[in-house]
T-cell receptor, first 114, second 118 residues
Framework: ETGVTQTPRHLVMGMTNKKSLKCEQH?????MYWYKQSAKKPLELMFV???????ENNSVPSRFSPECPNSSHLFLHLHTLQPEDSALYLC?????????????FGSGTQLSVL | AQKVTQAQTEISVVEKEDVTLDCVYE???????LFWYKQPPSGELVFLIR??????QNEISGRYSWNFQKSTSSFNFTITASQVVDSAVYFC???????????????FGQGTILTVHP
């Protein structure tokens, strides 16, 4: 069992649906991340939170809305997505946000947008 | 230009063969870190190694070894006597502050799919 848990593991949604991805870390870390992994593309950093404050929004469209209510939980709210948003969404956490921090990843949510 | 380049998209070997995964990076920072992660079919990325820019010593951990060469900006990963359980996607990554960010940004290569056949 990893220290970072993501739910659901799989999600299928229509373009007009609203859904949320959930991430929980049990490592006592202060930073959390959302990454997007599309087929044949490098992992793309989406958002970074440090002590519940967003420190990075990597030019992500507004149809993706993150929420970090505390240092252990991170959500990604989805609405009016496009088929090209289908991907594996990975959550990660780290002790801090300095250079060289080791990230611990969850197993991801495989999202399919129809 | 890509910051982290993994030249091999896919590699296929037979069990017990040695295999090297290449990684070339690009940065203007003098302080940076390099990582290798493994992604098995279950999906989560598993940390393998971290190296800082001031430590060019090669490292060996069991069947895994890493060759860091600043002169060529490379951080290659070798698996000796490969096993079927080594089949996974392997990612090289660079952590730097660069670009004026307030945090250490981890940038991944495209990954190398390694398949080890029995």
């Amino acid at each position: 069992e990893t220290g970072v848990t993501q739910t659901p593991r799989h999600l299928v949604m229509g373009m007009t649906n609203k859904k949320s991805l959930k991430c929980e870390q049990h490592l006592g870390h202060n930073a959390m991340y959302w990454y997007k992994q599309s087929a044949k593309k490098p992992l793309e950093l989406m958002f970074v939170y440090s002590l519940e404050e967003r420190v990075e929004n990597n030019s992500v469209p507004s149809r993706f809305s993150p929420e970090c209510p505390n240092s252990s939980h991170l959500f990604l709210h989805l609405h009016t997505l496009q088929p090209e948003d289908s991907a594996l969404y990975l959550c990660a956490s780290s002790a801090g946000t300095g250079v060289g921090e080791k990230l611990f990843f969850g197993s991801g949510t495989q999202l399919s947008v129809l | 230009a890509q910051k982290v380049t993994q030249a091999q998209t896919e590699i296929s070997v037979v069990e017990k063969e040695d295999v090297t995964l290449d990684c070339v990076y690009e940065t203007r920072d003098t302080t940076y870190y390099l990582f290798w992660y493994k992604q098995p079919p279950s999906g989560e990325l598993v940390f393998l190694i971290r190296r800082n820019s001031f430590d060019e010593q090669n490292e060996i951990s069991g069947r895994y070894s890493w060759n860091f060469q600043k002169s060529t900006s490379s951080f290659n990963f070798t698996i000796t006597a490969s096993q079927v359980v080594d089949s996974a996607v392997y990612f090289c990554a660079l952590s730097e502050r660069g670009g004026g960010t307030s945090y250490g940004k981890l940038t991944f290569g495209q990954g190398t799919i390694l398949t080890v056949h029995p």
